[in-house]
């Protein structure tokens, strides 16, 4: 008596087996409908969430980097004028040549 499921004809194991869909097939290769058919899924909540706090994070980044940069270069020229001050002024003061500047 044939399997009910089998019908009529009396197929062997690996007959079935060889027309059972395999496990490794994706199911975007269905010959039945092409790649592109499917629509552009909207962004999500997670990546839209990503992508901003990414972009706020560089923005912050480089918004600090370039007041930091500006204060060190401000207390460098700063500390450059003190040092070149207190040089002449004993330059000075040694040679006794004070007298010639107002």
Known sequence: ???????????????NWVKSPSWRECPTENPQRPRD???????????????????VIVVIALGLGWLLSNML?????????????????????TDHSGGCFP
Do not use: Y
């Not at 207390?75 to 003061?93: F, K, N, P, S, W």
């Open 37 to 55: 058919s499917r629509p552009i899924p909207p962004l999500n909540l997670k990546r839209r969430f990503a992508v901003t706090s990414l972009a």
């Open 1 to 15: 008596m044939p399997h009910p499921k089998m019908g009529k004809s009396r197929q062997t194991p690996s007959e």
């Open 73 to 93: 270069t401000q207390r460098m020229l700063q500390r450059e004028g003190d040092v070149t001050v207190v040089a002449c002024r004993t330059c000075l003061t």
